[in-house]
């Protein structure tokens, strides 16, 4: 029997019920995917909406319902299955067009729409000029695969077999995609199954009810644990992009970020004009809805512990206190119909940047410093039948270094994905992994380093072509409050003439013969704090594993080691003298280190910032920093 009333107890039992739906429709979609872009590397999201399209919860950062509103209206109905790729005509949610959103209505009897489930994913192959669909040298979103706006591939039960014949005929790995989609569909069913219990149980009103408190609730705890830790204030950040496929130079997004007693705006306004190339990311639409919520979790930083952090849910109500303004069109976040967006992930992290560093600013310095960004490398080559092998990781690579801790080690910034393991690639690829493991000294230095990234050696079996969709191969991740940045991304190929070629982070097309080794490096983080106040301690526990080298250790960290019977010991005075003698010579630290690439830019005049923007970077780091009231 459905209840009348709902308490704090069943509040939190409609919202955990939420949650493990939405595990239950990932756990679905992994049971039944064929691409390993999605079974095995986990590259997709779930999520679960109520009728008006309101997220309701933060654990996936998930797309956007508005699509549907917008292109059908009220013609939804029980049997429906939503679909679409588009990134002009998704409201700004699905940024290029290997994302394949599906969405299915919840309806509760036959009339009540009740919500929405949805499943998108980076899929293999969707056409396009290169095998994955991510060409770097790409002038229009046309080369990069078939597009779909807003369309029904079941409509009230009926299959429309016309559209998935022409989705299919435009992969390259049709079978990947045919099985990815129907098990898509099949996990939105079953998440619909699970809120349709639900509201059996409570009954819709309540249940709806439920809803409606949960997004108010993550609005009040935003406003009232967060919000009071950012000073008030109008504060700027800039980030960068390194190349667009054909220009090598720093392509900025730029944030002016204002922060009043219980909201803030974010205003893109200054960002670089739009790119030639794949790196723009079209979000100026339904009121920025999508970046708004992409953008909120960075706030859960500033909660009063990493418990309380994870405790957080940033769901629909934190459109309750962002808002956000863009700038005309024709820029990298406003970008006009057509203009390729295959690599948009490069400014969809450094969005996340951008608002951290404008944070760092109006909280003394207690900010996480930058992480690692999305980078795909592979090889593709077709075997003696034609057949197509499409070899594709998406590299993890190193965690900020934070207030209260070092990075994390090789995680993926976007969430829950995975790289390939050696076993499962060398089973179905032409290639050997010869070796994998942590880069030494590639996490920033600081007071709390940053996390590390990997080194990986793999062979190829087989005549392929090499890819490789990365930026920050010369920009570092920053540093923060006196961090160091850390170590960019790099690839080369050791071929078997015994000749070693060096590639940049954006090419695509390039011949790997059999024998040749391919060496992938992964960013590490940004250092959080001055690193002469790290503990030497944790110092000369890095250079005992082989994480850190004895050079580094005295260069960024004044620390000196010497090695007793093969056992790496700590010589105390020699650590004395030497960052006595470091911090003498220094000057005022920084709160922000971006590497010595950017320096170099910098004092070159490749950097052209527009009229009345001052450099955002110029703010000393707080020795012992405190998070002011606002």
Request: negative net charge.
């Amino acid at each position: 029997m459905a209840t009348t009333v709902l308490g704090p107890i069943e509040l939190e039992v409609i919202t955990g019920t939420i949650r493990s739906a939405e595990v239950e429709i990932e756990a679905a979609v992994e049971r039944a995917a064929r691409s390993p872009m999605i079974r095995d590397q986990h590259d997709y999201r779930v999520g679960l909406y109520d009728a008006r399209g309101r997220k309701l919860t933060g654990r996936s950062y998930g797309s956007l319902i508005e699509p549907v509103f917008e292109f059908f209206g009220d013609d939804i109905h029980p049997g429906d299955v939503f679909f679409w790729n588009d990134p002009y005509n998704s409201a700004g949610s699905c940024g290029h067009v290997p994302d394949l959103c599906t969405t299915v209505p919840i309806f509760h009897g036959d009339e009540r729409l009740l919500g929405f489930a949805q499943v998108f994913g980076h899929h293999d192959d969707v056409g396009g000029c290169v095998p994955g669909s991510l060409p770097v040298q790409v002038h229009d979103q046309w080369g990069e695969g078939l597009v779909v706006p807003p369309i029904k591939l079941y409509d009230r039960g009926v299959l429309n077999e016309t559209a998935f014949r022409i989705l299919e005929r435009n992969s390259r790995l049709p079978e990947h995609l045919r099985g990815d989609i129907d098990s898509e569909i099949g996990a939105c069913r079953l998440g619909a199954r699970r809120l349709t219990e639900l509201a059996d149980r409570y009954g819709v009103d309540v249940l709806e009810g439920g809803f409606d408190a949960i997004i108010e609730n993550c609005a009040r705890t935003v406003r009232d644990e967060l919000l009071p830790k950012i000073a008030d204030g109008v504060y700027t950040f800039e980030d960068y992009v390194e190349c667009d496929g054909f220009t090598r130079k720093l392509y900025a997004m730029r944030l002016t970020m204002t922060k009043t007693a219980d909201r803030i705006l974010l205003d893109f306004t200054g960002t670089d004009p739009e790119a030639e190339g794949p790196i723009n990311w079209a979000i100026d639409y339904c009121e920025g809805r999508f970046v708004r919520k992409w953008m909120g979790p960075v706030l859960r930083c500033l909660a009063d512990s990493p418990e309380r952090a994870a405790e957080i849910d940033i769901n629909e109500g934190i459109l309750d206190v962002i808002d956000v303004v863009f700038p005309p069109k024709g820029t990298l976040v406003t970008p006009h119909f057509g203009r390729p967006t295959g690599l948009r992930f490069f400014i969809l992290i450094r969005a996340l940047g951008i608002f951290a560093g404008a944070l760092a600013k109006a909280t003394g310095g207690r900010m996480p410093a930058d992480h690692e960004t999305i980078r795909i490398w592979g090889l593709h080559s077709r075997d003696a039948e034609g057949r197509l092998s499409l070899f594709r990781e998406v590299l993890g690579g190193g965690g900020p270094g934070r207030p209260w801790a070092d990075g994390s080690d090789v995680v993926h910034i976007v969430p829950n994905s995975r790289n390939l393991p050696a076993e499962f690639s060398e089973q179905r690829y032409p290639v050997l992994v010869e070796s994998l493991e942590l880069r030494s000294d590639s996490a920033g230095a600081g007071e709390f380093r940053g996390g590390f990234g990997y080194q990986k050696k793999i062979r190829s079996l087989r005549s392929s072509t090499l890819l490789s969709n990365a930026d920050r191969s010369e920009l570092a991740t920053y540093g923060v409050n006196g961090g160091k940045a850390g170590w960019p991304y790099g690839i080369e190929v050791a071929r078997a003439d015994g000749s070693t070629e060096s590639l940049p982070g954006m090419i695509d097309g390039v011949p790997i013969a059999p024998g040749d080794l391919v060496t992938v490096w992964t960013t590490g983080g940004g250092g959080w704090g001055d690193p002469l106040r790290r503990d030497p301690e944790r110092v000369r526990y890095d250079v005992a594993v082989g994480l850190v080298t004895e050079e580094a250790a005295r260069r960024e960290y004044g620390v000196v080691v010497t090695r007793v019977q093969g056992k790496v010991e700590i010589d105390e005075v020699a650590t004395s003298e030497l960052r006595d003698a470091l911090r003498a010579g220094r000057g005022a630290v920084p709160m922000f280190d971006r590497g010595a690439y950017f320096e170099s830019v910098k004092a070159g005049g490749g950097l052209v910032r527009p009229e009345g923007w001052s450099d955002p970077d110029d703010v000393h780091a707080v020795a012992d920093p405190a998070t002011p009231a606002g």
